[in-house]
């Protein structure tokens, strides 16, 4: 059984930074691509970033880059999201995704997690 479990959330004043980390197990790591994504109250899910199997490849939202960074361990079958100078339209539930391969589309995950709550206050 597949399972992503996603820490790190919380509230943050804005310009603060979070952590995310996402652990899976249940599934050869190494072979999928992961991906982050949110969804705030009322919007669809959107991408964040993602990461290739190898962690040589990452991929970000024009409305994240040059301050969240995504990196993968995979010794520790995990996942992180470093988000700093966060902004209030940051607040979001968070999730951590697999994929077969490095995407953008939600639709193209197989896997996902419960979600963690982010919380940015101006």
């Known amino acids: 059984q597949v399972q992503l479990r996603e820490s790190g959330g919380g509230l943050v004043q804005a310009g603060g930074s979070l952590r995310l980390s996402c652990a899976a197990s249940?599934?050869?790591?190494?072979?999928?691509?992961l991906g982050w994504f949110r969804q705030a109250p009322g919007k669809e899910r959107e991408f964040v970033s993602a990461?290739?199997?190898?962690?040589?490849?990452?991929n970000y939202a024009d409305s994240v880059k040059g301050r969240f960074t995504i990196s993968r361990d995979n010794t520790r079958n995990t996942v992180w999201l470093q988000m700093n100078t966060l902004k209030p339209e940051d607040t979001a539930v968070y999730y951590c995704?697999?994929?077969?391969?490095?995407?953008?589309?939600?639709?193209?995950?197989?896997?996902w997690g419960q979600g963690t709550q982010v919380t940015v206050s101006s």
């Open positions: 995704a697999a994929a077969l391969e490095l995407r953008t589309a939600a639709q193209e995950y197989k896997y």
């Open positions: 249940g599934l050869a790591f190494r072979s999928y691509g």
């Open positions: 990461i290739s199997g190898s962690g040589g490849f990452t």
